[in-house]
């Protein structure tokens, strides 16, 4: 009698099945990591959520499936597993290639900030560059300013506003979203963290947060061109549009944090702000307006930092493109225009 073929087959059209002793031949761990970083890659698979490469995606999902740490020795590499634990790692491994789903939400957990945080659809996978700056303390660019508030705009899954919180216990950490869903995740960050200094408000931006003042904010709001998210591989379809789509530009939401943001910061605050590509276009909207783009361990990713008092200085040229941009705005300037809105006299 021959044996039925292993659980992880099922999904895999017949044509295409590897042999069984291709996969009898996976025992260790390194074999399995080996096996899904060259499957991932023959499969052209899309990376960029937490991890850029299949190699790394291939070792989180298998120590995922291992109920393994994520940083297991190397020395552990040669262990071997058992036929129960191959196929747990390699259905996970299916799943990655056929559904295209990106691993941090198979797992349910992405790494920010020397942090773990819960991960699913209600928000972004963590992986902004701004990491780097918590973990150096913000430095230069705070140049030794106290700091006893701080506002994460568009927090998402909550996790700079947590970092922040956690690796700065004396601050006062605020962080909004408009979306219920992604503010309900980002309190069971909060929770699985132990971040008692954070809070979590709902706020379109700005809007919900009139008379609050803070000495840091830090942005990494939607910047995606309406042209690259029509683009986007599958493994973006997971995430919310809403994280993700900015205007024809990518700036739609950038310049109204630009206009807003001297409302909220003390004389002497600081913005920090993520427009990933979008740097270029901003840069020709503002090139007046004085921005240090941060440079990192890779180079510059696209944060820049922005010293209140020159949003004011170049305030009234950055409120004239904001307004432009604004839907409540522009919603209040067509009522005005219309028929119907006029007077009889």
């Known amino acids: ?61 298998t120590l995922h499936a291992l109920h393994l740490p994520h940083d297991l020795s190397p020395v552990y590499g040669q262990s071997r597993v058992t036929l129960a634990e191959k196929e747990d790692v390699l259905k996970l491994f299916l799943r990655r290639i ?14 920010f900030a020397s942090l773990s945080f819960k991960t699913d659809a ?5 992986r902004s560059p701004i ?19 701080a506002l994460d705009l568009c927090t998402g899954s909550g996790c700079i506003a947590i970092a922040m919180a956690h690796h700065n216990p004396e601050w006062h950490v605020d962080g909004v979203d408009i979306s219920d869903d992604a503010l309900t995740l980002a309190g069971e ?43 986007l591989p599958k493994e973006y379809s ?7 789509r900015a205007g024809d530009d990518g700036l739609d939401l ?10 909220h910061l003390t004389e002497d605050g600081l913005l920090i702000c993520e427009v990933g590509e979008s740097e270029r276009a901003l840069s020709r909207l503002l090139p007046e307006l004085p921005l240090a783009w941060v440079e990192f361990r890779v180079g510059q990713m696209g944060v820049f930092v922005a010293e ?26 067509v009522r005005a225009s219309s028929p119907a809105s006029a007077g009889l006299f």
């Open 98 to 111: 056929e559904e295209r789903i990106p691993a941090a939400y198979l797992t349910g957990e992405a790494w």
């Open 238 to 244: 997971f995430e919310p549009e809403l994280g993700l």
């Open 1 to 61: 009698m021959i044996p039925a073929p292993p659980l992880y087959f099922a999904a895999i059209p017949h044509h295409e099945r590897p042999r069984a002793d291709m996969t009898d031949e996976l025992q260790t761990i390194i074999d399995l990591i080996r096996y899904g970083a060259s499957r991932f890659n023959a499969a052209g698979l899309t990376f960029g959520h937490s991890y850029d490469n299949a190699l790394d995606e291939a070792t989180q999902l």
């Open 308 to 333: 209140c008092r020159d949003l004011m200085t170049y305030h009234v040229r950055i409120r004239q493109l904001a307004d432009a941009r604004d839907p409540v705005l522009r919603a209040d300037t």
């Open 189 to 231: 960050n909060k929770v699985r963290l132990h971040a008692e200094n954070a809070r979590f408000l709902n706020s379109d931006l700005f809007a919900g947060l009139q008379g609050e003042h803070y000495d840091l904010i830090v942005t990494n709001p939607p910047y995606v061109t309406n042209a690259e998210t029509d683009a």
């Open 122 to 126: 209600r928000a972004l996978v963590p």
């Open 254 to 263: 950038t310049l109204r944090i630009l206009r807003d943001a001297p409302l």
């Open 131 to 149: 990491a780097e700056l918590i973990e150096s303390g913000f430095e230069p660019w705070l140049g030794g300013r106290e700091v006893r508030r």
